[in-house]
């Protein structure tokens, strides 16, 4: 079946480091790719998404390119900030039929000032 | 507001009580999903309506649980005689698409934390 397997955190970072946390997926075919995100006290929401292969997908600074050959999908933010720290969760769904979202286990983000 | 509302946000029952969790979707939403979630996990699907049709339950865990939406907008989630194992949080989702395609964004509330004594 269909599944995402993303880096365990936590992660802990200094306030304008560089971010990436990594993302593969196993699927049939030629699924959509997410990053959502989840802020303290705040539901899951959509962060960024690709639909293709080499489709980049970014938004508030944050990007993720879709590598078919590796099959991966590997968030990066070149400066992160401390309103940054959050769960991030890489997710697939497939093309066709309803869109069922398939989670990773959440990556925990910790940025310090 | 018009986002996905869940209630209760909190609920702690003991072992063998029934508990049911609302949803309301964002207006107009096709689709709705519930997912769960155990502490440090990824949410987990549990069912999915494309509008009032129950279109795929593969994702419930036994027979004690049970999702309806009769008039294709609020749903709710019932769990029978919880288990120490049905505490998470459960979370619902909604989009727009059904079946001929979306962009796969789903909208979530913010949760119902379970806790079963």
């Known amino acids: 079946g269909d599944s995402v397997t993303q880096m365990e955190g936590p992660v802990t970072l200094s306030e304008e480091a560089f971010l990436t946390i990594n993302c593969t997926y196993t699927?049939?075919?030629?699924?959509?790719l997410f990053w959502y995100v989840q802020y303290p006290g705040e539901g899951l929401q959509l962060l960024l998404k690709?639909?293709?292969?080499?489709d980049k997908g970014s938004n508030k600074g944050f990007e993720a390119t879709y590598r078919k050959e590796t099959t991966s999908f590997h968030l990066e933010k070149g400066s992160v900030q401390v309103s940054d720290s959050a769960v991030y969760f890489c997710a697939l769904t497939r093309s066709g039929g309803y869109q069922k979202v398939t989670f990773g286990t959440g990556t925990k983000l910790q940025v310090i000032p | 507001g018009a986002g996905v509302s869940q209630s209760p946000r909190y609920k702690v029952a003991k072992r063998g009580q029934d508990v049911a969790l609302r949803c309301d979707p964002i207006s107009g939403h096709v689709s709705l999903f519930w997912y769960q979630q155990a502490l440090g996990q990824g949410p987990e699907f549990l069912t999915y309506f494309q509008n009032e049709a129950q279109l795929d339950k593969s994702g419930l865990p036994s027979d004690r649980f049970f999702a309806e939406r009769p008039e294709g907008s609020v749903s709710t989630l019932k769990i029978q005689r919880t288990q120490q194992e049905d505490s998470a949080v459960y979370l619902c989702?909604?989009?727009?698409?059904?079946?001929?395609?979306?962009?796969?964004?789903?909208?979530f509330g913010e949760g119902s934390r379970l806790t079963v004594l």
């Open positions: 699927a049939t075919g030629y699924p959509s």
């Open positions: 690709a639909t293709k292969a080499d």
């Open positions: 989702a909604s989009s727009w698409g059904g079946l001929a395609g979306s962009t796969g964004e789903l909208f």
